[in-house]
């Protein structure tokens, strides 16, 4: 039992041994000689870097591109045109029965279409009979001045009804608008601020057919017309630019039996004739001297011998000449525009009543718009339609200072229409240019 202990701790002393000799203090520093510096141990050289590739050759910048030129600045948009509309009463006394119904139907027609196309305004057009009557245009006239408070009035065809009437109109400040009668007296010493006359002066259309039946070479004319203002005024105006005439025969206004006028003119045996009857006037005497078998010319203002006298009359009416501010035919482009409207609208051809009445709705709408729509400002409104800035469908048109028209006069053939067929005025020459009336001068509006 003791020998097997030593030596188990011979052993363990062995094993203590060497772990004090692995575990024992650090080693000390080697000793060196007396003055000898310690010897400092070089550093083992770095490894040599490799070099280091050479740098990328720089991309190929990108060119910049062209900066764009500034568009040009967008055209500004025009501004917006002022739209001037509105409410306008308008009083319309006309002739709607009879033999000259159809004159007020195409004033009436005419002034109407003239808003239909405009389409700005709102017309409340007030429309009545006069029966050619004097007496009832003026009970018409004041109620429709009264009850019916009427910004403007027009559409009178005959001047006796418009020499009652519009002394009456005017007086109270209302403008009367004439798109037919031009009575002599209302454009000398009886002129007023509140009166224009858009169609012409009586006396004016007479002026055209004397100056050509002069220029005709016939020497002596019978003159013929109803026994009224109108008439007078046309037989004044033809001897005015003819001269004197063998002899003037007036009948009854609305007559429709000129047996004893046509035996007149076959004892004068003139050279030539010259009668003013307008409507169902113009129908009977034209087919009563047709069938009497005379063969004088006979020679007339335009309305002796309009679209429905004509067609009434019918072949004997081809070649028949008169005179006329318009015709159908005229080579304005307005008037172009109108007649198409018209016969699109109405299915005929207008007659010069119905461009008269087209002409002075245009009148009227044209000073509405410079005068910011407002019918009440009758200043205003009178001084806009002095200025007459519109399209007319006779080309030129001013008023003079009788505001009164200054307007060209054309011969006119009676023919048939190679496209509708019926007959119709063609313009053959101008008689007139810039012709006014011979009254003007009277007028205490002239500057």
């Known amino acids: 039992m003791r020998i097997r202990r030593a030596t188990l701790w011979l052993a363990l002393l062995a094993a203590l041994a060497l772990v004090a000799s692995a575990?024992?203090?650090?080693?000390?520093?080697?000793?060196?000689?007396?003055?000898?510096?310690?010897?400092?141990?070089?550093?083992?050289p770095a490894t040599e870097p490799e070099p280091a590739e050479e740098p990328a050759e720089p991309a190929d910048e990108p060119e910049p591109e062209p900066a764009e030129e500034p568009a040009e600045p967008a055209d500004e948009p025009e501004p917006e045109p002022v739209v001037v509309g509105g409410e306008v009463k308008v009083g319309m006394i006309t002739t709607l029965s009879g033999g000259a119904a159809?004159?007020?139907?195409?004033?009436?027609?005419?002034?109407?279409?003239?808003?239909?196309?405009?389409?700005?305004?709102?017309?409340?057009?007030?429309?009545?009979?006069d029966a050619q009557d004097p007496a009832v245009g003026q009970q018409l006239a004041d109620r429709m001045l009264s009850r019916d408070e009427v910004d403007v009035m027009t559409g009178i065809i005959f001047s006796n009804v418009a020499g009652a009437v519009?002394?009456?109109?005017?007086?109270q400040d209302t403008i009367y608008l004439s798109p037919n009668a031009g009575p002599s007296p209302f454009a000398g010493a009886?002129?007023?601020?509140?009166?224009?006359v858009v169609s012409w002066q009586n006396d004016n259309p007479a002026e055209a057919m004397g100056e050509y039946v002069a220029g005709q070479g016939f020497g002596s004319v019978v003159a013929l017309a109803p026994n009224y203002q109108a008439g007078q005024d046309s037989v004044n105006g033809f001897k005015r630019n003819f001269g004197e005439v063998a002899a003037e025969i007036y009948t009854e206004l609305g007559a429709?039996?000129?047996?004893?006028?046509?035996?007149?003119?076959?004892d004068a045996d003139p050279d030539a004739v010259y009668f003013f009857y307008p409507g169902g006037m113009g129908i009977a005497f034209v087919q009563q001297y047709v069938a009497s078998g005379l063969e004088i010319p006979v020679f007339g203002p335009t309305f002796s011998f309009d679209e429905f006298i004509v067609d009434a009359i019918g072949e004997a009416a081809v070649g028949l000449r008169n005179s006329s501010f318009w015709a159908p035919d005229l080579d304005v482009p307005a008037n172009a525009a109108f007649v198409e409207a018209y016969r699109e609208a109405y299915g005929t051809t207008p007659t010069g009543y119905a461009a008269q009445g087209f002409d002075t709705g245009n009148l009227l709408i044209s000073a509405l718009d410079a005068n910011g729509g407002d019918p009440s400002d009758i200043a205003g409104l009178r001084a806009a339609?002095?200025?007459a800035n519109f399209d007319s469908v006779r080309g030129d048109f001013e008023f003079n200072s009788n505001n009164h028209p200054i307007q060209d006069w054309y011969l006119l053939e009676v023919v048939q229409d190679p496209v509708h067929g019926d007959l119709t005025n063609t313009v053959v020459e101008v008689i007139l240019e810039d012709h006014a009336d011979a009254y003007a001068a009277e007028c205490p509006l002239g500057g």
């Open 23 to 44: 575990c024992g203090d650090d080693d000390p520093e080697p000793a060196t000689d007396a003055g000898q510096t310690d010897a400092v141990q070089e550093p083992e």
């Open 102 to 129: 159809y004159l007020g139907e195409g004033v009436r027609d005419g002034f109407q279409l003239a808003f239909d196309l405009d389409g700005r305004y709102e017309l409340d057009l007030v429309i009545e009979d």
């Open 166 to 171: 519009v002394p009456q109109v005017v007086s």
């Open 190 to 196: 009886q002129c007023s601020e509140n009166y224009f």
């Open 256 to 266: 429709n039996d000129y047996a004893q006028a046509i035996a007149q003119i076959r």
């Open 385 to 387: 339609l002095r200025e």
